[in-house]
T-cell receptor, first 111, second 113 residues
Framework: DAGVIQSPRHEVTEMGQEVTLRCKPISGHDYLFWYRQTMMRGLELLIY????????DSGMPEDRFSAKMPNASFSTLKIQPSEPRDSAVYFCASTGANVLTFGAGSRLTVL | AQSVTQLGSHVSVSEGALVLLRCNYS??????LFWYVQYPNQGLQLLLK??????LVKGINGFEAEFKKSETSFHLTKPSAHMSDAAEYFC???????????FGTGTRLQVTL
């Protein structure tokens, strides 16, 4: 199993641009999570899905953030428009058998 | 609701010394507890988990943790630190499943010669 796969690993963009982060969870896992990690706030849960359905998006900071999971093997996190304060590492994770497995993360820098 | 508190954002030990990273939890239901490790520029990796079975849990890389309900603690230990243990360690709690974890703020472990 290749684990949780995230792309891109690094993204540098300018303020106001749209950013799309992608995630492929582990096959068979029925929960998918998006986290954001910054020095100031640590690890924050943004949103999570169960069987492709969003369950809790209370951690999504603003309407500029949106997430979708069109099928069991793919999810996106979109930021439009991006701002410098969105610079962070974004992690996708999926869970099965009581183990949360993380991807390697997408490091976003917004100039 | 669940929460965890990690005491000490930075811990420094000598190579070969005991590692002790502290975690206290709060949970309104019997908790599931986890320790994760994060190496630089990588995602979080599960070290060990407690899911209401044995209170002493052994994990990877020689780490273990003991669930103490009376102290609401789940401290992480390793008898002898190795240079490769230098990383950030996160304690996490969930309310009975692994479906939604709440993470602590992390403890950065430094290992010196």
């Amino acid at each position: 199993d290749a684990g949780v796969i995230q792309s891109p690993r690094h993204e540098v963009t300018e303020m106001g641009q749209e950013v799309t982060l992608r995630c492929k969870p582990i096959s068979g896992h029925d929960y998918l999570f998006w986290y954001r990690q910054t020095m100031m706030r640590g690890l924050e849960l943004l949103i999570y899905f169960n069987n492709n359905v969003p369950i809790d998006d209370s951690g999504m900071p603003e309407d500029r953030f949106s997430a979708k999971m069109p099928n069991a093997s793919f999810s996106t996190l979109k930021i439009q428009p991006s701002e410098p304060r969105d610079s962070a590492v974004y992690f996708c994770a999926s869970t099965g058998a009581n183990v949360l497995t993380f991807g390697a993360g997408s490091r976003l820098t917004v100039l | 609701a669940q929460s965890v508190t990690q005491l000490g954002s930075h811990v420094s030990v000598s190579e070969g010394a005991l590692v002790l990273l502290r975690c206290n939890y709060s949970s309104s239901v019997p908790p599931y507890l986890f320790w994760y490790v994060q190496y630089p520029n990588q995602g979080l990796q599960l070290l060990l988990k407690y899911t209401s079975a044995a209170t002493l849990v052994k994990g990877i890389n020689g780490f273990e943790a003991e669930f103490k309900k009376s102290e609401t603690s789940f401290h992480l230990t390793k008898p002898s630190a190795h240079m490769s243990d230098a990383a950030e360690y996160f304690c996490a709690v969930s309310g009975g499943t692994a479906s939604k974890l709440t993470f602590g703020t992390g403890t950065r472990l430094q290992v010196t010669l």
